[in-house]
């Protein structure tokens, strides 16, 4: 994610969000494409909730630690 977070000049936790969004698109149009209606239970209440999780826990984890972190690898003077 840093990498990509990095080439798109975003923060690594909204970078996170969109591109588990993005998997989730891709998901449904899949299972629409293909079977004409959503297939398995790959996308419940608690994926949606997950994707938004996680990326938030890392934008605020990087808001609390990122410079701390940078400094210890030498990559912030």
Do not use: P, W, Y
């Amino acid at each position: 994610m840093q990498a990509i977070a990095d080439t798109v000049h975003k923060s690594v936790g909204f970078t996170k969000n969109c591109f588990d969004l993005f998997n989730i698109c891709i998901m449904i149009t899949v299972g629409l494409v293909c079977q004409g209606h959503l297939i398995g239970i790959g996308i419940g209440i608690g994926t949606v909730v997950a994707v938004i999780g996680v990326g938030r826990v890392i934008a605020i984890f990087n808001h609390g630690f990122k410079k701390k972190m940078d400094e210890l690898a030498g990559m912030e003077a």
